[in-house]
């Protein structure tokens, strides 16, 4: 199984409906991020939580919202889907108390598309 | 806030030769620039790093180096084969409230082809 696992893979949905992005993770990591990845732009940090009861805005949370369910899990949530926010969405995790390694692990992405 | 730029947005070689890839940075403080590649369909993973106290790292055909004076690094593949082909990122890492790498930012990416 995979460290990080998003669902659903790939999702249409329209103009103005809710819609929610999971992340569950089984690294044992505290801190979880959302990125959005669009082409020519690289990748945008939406938000970011370092444990259960943190939640921090990235550059771009306009628009999102997000729940960190447990330690395990993050989600992010689209309120009123908008066209522009089409996109490939990312999750990640890290636990820079582990060494010196600070890298992210990385799921397989959302890809999301508005109609 | 952290500005990482990222060249070029495409590079094609032939295989066998050298790629690099540059980014600039703009946060003095940043002290920790990892290397991502994304195959198609996948998440980036995290392939290199290097720390601001250091000025090049090795990993058998790829390389990284750092200039914190200029504020750039790069990165090397040398001896390049047809599964190098994807997109790279650049990261930096912003210093936080607790001085940890709590958050990278990341370059625009640069799609890697090789030519057969």
């Known amino acids: 199984d995979a460290d990080v696992t998003q669902t659903p893979r790939n999702r249409i949905t329209k103009t103005g409906k809710r819609i929610m992005l999971e992340c569950s993770q089984t690294k044992g990591h505290d801190r979880m991020y959302w990125y959005r990845q669009d082409p020519g732009l690289g990748l945008r940090l939406i938000y970011y939580?370092?444990?259960?009861?943190?939640?921090n805005k990235g550059e771009i949370s306009d628009g999102y919202s997000v729940s960190r369910q447990a330690q395990a899990k993050f989600s992010l949530s689209l309120e009123s889907a908008i066209p522009n926010q089409t996109a490939l969405y990312f999750c990640?995790?890290?636990?820079?108390?582990?060494?010196?390694?600070?890298?992210?692990?990385f799921g397989s992405g959302t890809r999301l598309t508005v109609v | 806030g952290e500005n990482v730029e990222q060249h070029p947005s495409t590079l094609s070689v032939q295989e066998g030769d050298s790629a690099v890839i540059k980014c600039t940075y703009s946060d003095s403080a940043s002290n920790y620039f990892p290397w991502y590649k994304q195959e198609l369909g996948k998440g980036p993973q995290l392939i290199i790093d290097?720390?601001?106290?250091?000025g090049e790292k090795k990993d058998q055909r790829i390389a990284v180096t750092l200039n914190k004076t200029a504020k750039h690094f790069s990165l090397h593949i040398t001896e390049t084969q047809p599964e190098d082909s994807a997109v790279y990122f650049c990261?930096?890492?912003?210093?936080?409230?607790?001085?940890?790498?709590?958050?990278?930012?990341f370059g625009t990416g640069t799609r890697l082809t090789i030519i057969p």
């Open positions: 290097i720390r601001s106290n250091v």
């Open positions: 990640a995790t890290s636990d820079p108390g582990q060494g010196h390694n600070y890298g992210y692990t």
């Open positions: 990261a930096a890492s912003t210093r936080g409230f607790n001085f940890g790498n709590e958050k990278l930012t």
């Open positions: 939580s370092f444990d259960v009861k943190d939640i």
